[in-house]
Structures are given as structure tokens and as C-alpha cells.
Nanobody
Framework: QVQLVESGGGLVQAGDSLRLSCAAS?????????MGWFRQAPGKDREIVAA????????YYSDPVKGRFTISSDHAKKTADLQMSSLKPEDTAVYYC????????????????????WGQGTQVTVSS
């Protein structure tokens, strides 16, 4: 089975930066797939943050993070990163890495229902 492990979360102050990393393992990683990052605050639904297609040629960012976050995928290193800059208290949440396997086209996905595998999440806390 596919396993995803997030790392890089922590406690920072507003305006700081963090880089989250998602390490993937398992056979699905070597097939055509797309990656995404989601986040979930207490009492809130899990929401899309960023997504990237197989080739890395197309990306998506939700409005609250657009211009501040950058998603990237490195197939050789088997990682997918989320670089977060100019962090705000509203960014506080558990961040989850997700993988959609066996895609039939080179596209990204923005719905949580579209993803097949999830990591356990990493906490990001931004103080004001």
C-alpha cells in the first residue's frame, strides 16, 4: 500500500515561513499520480490548499494561500513539498498530504474525494 508521511510542521510567528515535506512510499508512487495538500482547523472541514499534476506543469492554490504558498513534487526524491511564506494565524491547522493514483490524464485534483491516500498530518500553529 501507499504510505505518506508529513513533516516540517511547528509553532511559528505571523510572517514566518515553514516548509512541509511529504515522503511517499509504495508501488503507487511509481505510477502516474497527482499530489495535493489539504488543511483542517478544529471544527472545520478539510479544505484544499494546493495541488499539482504528475508532470508538475500545472498547479492550483486556494484563494487564502495564493501568492504565499508553493507546492512542488520531486519524483527522484519521492517527496512533495509545500513552501509556506508570510504565514498568518488563519493558516493554523493540521496539514495533510494526499495522493491520487492511477490518473488517466495529466491533471491536478482539488476535491478531497478525488484522493486515494492520505498522510496522518502535521500541525502548523501560527501565533499573532
Amino acid at each position: 500500500q501507499v504510505q505518506l508521511v508529513e513533516s516540517g510542521g511547528g509553532l511559528v510567528q505571523a510572517g514566518d515561513s515553514l516548509r512541509l515535506s511529504c515522503a511517499a512510499s509504495g508501488p503507487a508512487y511509481y505510477s502516474m499520480y497527482a499530489m495535493g495538500w489539504f488543511r483542517q482547523a478544529p471544527g472545520k472541514d478539510r479544505e484544499i490548499v494546493a495541488a499539482i499534476n504528475w508532470s508538475g506543469s500545472s498547479t492550483y492554490y486556494s484563494d487564502p494561500v495564493k501568492g504565499r504558498f508553493t507546492i512542488s513534487s520531486d519524483h527522484a526524491k519521492k517527496t512533495a513539498d509545500l513552501q509556506m511564506s508570510s504565514l498568518k494565524p488563519e493558516d493554523t491547522a493540521v496539514y495533510y498530504c494526499a495522493l491520487r493514483h492511477q490518473t488517466t490524464s495529466n491533471t491536478y485534483f482539488t476535491r478531497k474525494e478525488d484522493y486515494d491516500y492520505w498522510g496522518q498530518g502535521t500541525q502548523v500553529t501560527v501565533s499573532s
